[in-house]
Nanobody
């Protein structure tokens, strides 16, 4: 199971750190990701990380502003979000991938979402 938290209301230009607690073992081959869904839009890929090599990949819209990371011993996944923009407003979801990828169907375990609202 996955549980995401840390969302909130922040002004444009501000920062937030999202956390995702994973229960159960995460294997070295695991891929973990963050997605987000704005009102009226489909869920979109934000970032992913390979659990063992810590290699990362980001959507162009967040590259240079967001950083995905993980804490192996604690089975925690993080998303540090800096220089937030109103268009970053969405419900953010963490997910465990069944394979490496940026599509929703590459991920088979999803946490509940956490709301991020960025005011202008």
């Amino acid at each position: 199971q996955l549980q995401a938290y840390g969302g909130g209301l922040v002004q444009a230009g501000g920062s937030l750190r999202l956390s995702c607690a994973a229960s159960g073992r995460l294997y070295s081959s695991s891929v973990m990701g963050w997605f987000r869904q704005a009102p009226g839009e489909e869920r979109k890929f934000v970032a992913l990380i390979r659990w063992n090599r810590e290699s990362t990949y980001y959507a162009d819209s967040v590259k240079g502003r967001f950083t995905i990371s993980r804490d192996n011993p604690e089975n925690m996944l993080y998303l540090q979000m800096n220089s937030l923009k109103p268009e970053d407003t969405a419900v953010y979801y963490c997910a465990k991938g069944s394979r490496y990828g940026t599509r929703q169907d590459d991920y088979n375990i999803w946490g509940q979402g956490t709301q991020v609202t960025v005011s202008s």
